[in-house]
């Protein structure tokens, strides 16, 4: 048994999976909607959890929230199926994380796996004094990190451009 507690010097091989998080559940009749499917709301729930236990354990501080991009429910999610969520840094700024989260669903019994929707969190590093704080670098390794990097970087300049044609609509009709 191991009894070293000292950090380690730098992020090295040893960490090489902390970008990485999964987190299965099993959805159950308590979990459904009137529709007898589970409830949307629910699984926002566990998409923000995953999102910020991955953006946590990466930046090794607690992560808030700043946004949710492109949830789309493409199939409904039943009780009695397996739900795994795997989430992954795609992409890291100065303060804030892209954590990218698959979500998929198997049912136990015919053993049917479904991709059911995939969303992207803007996760923001805050420190004790609740100001964000800046996050270690996250740099692709393979050919399918750097394809999410790369994605990543489009999505945030489409937030970008969403942000300032909205502000220019405020502006327009504020008059």
């Given amino acids: 048994m191991s009894t070293n507690t000292d950090p380690p010097a730098d ?4 960490d ?3 970008h990485r998080l ?3 559940i099993l959805m159950t009749p308590d979990m459904s909607n009137f529709a007898g499917n589970v409830h949307g709301g ?3 729930k566990y998409l923000d959890q995953v999102a910020y236990t991955c953006a946590t354990r990466w930046a090794r501080t607690y992560a808030v ?3 949710v991009d492109q949830v789309v429910f493409r199939e409904p999610v039943h009780v009695g199926e397996l739900v795994t969520f795997q989430a992954s840094v795609n992409r890291t700024g100065r303060t804030s994380m892209e954590i990218g989260v698959r979500v998929t669903t198997q049912d136990l019994v015919s053993q049917v ?3 059911t929707n995939s969303c992207y969190f803007t996760m923001v590093a805050i420190g004790p004094d609740r100001r964000p704080v800046e996050v270690p670098p996250w740099q692709p390794r393979t050919a399918e990190e750097r394809r999410r990097h790369e994605a990543a970087g489009r ?3 489409l937030r970008r451009e969403i ?3 909205t502000t220019e609509i405020r502006a327009a009709t504020e008059h």
């Fill in 155 to 157: 999505r945030r300049e």
């Fill in 113 to 115: 796996v479904r991709h």
């Fill in 22 to 24: 999964s987190m299965t």
């Fill in 16 to 18: 090489d999976d902390l």
């Fill in 11 to 14: 992020r090295g091989s040893r």
């Fill in 42 to 44: 629910l699984l926002l």
């Fill in 65 to 67: 929230t700043l946004s």
């Fill in 163 to 165: 942000e300032r044609a």
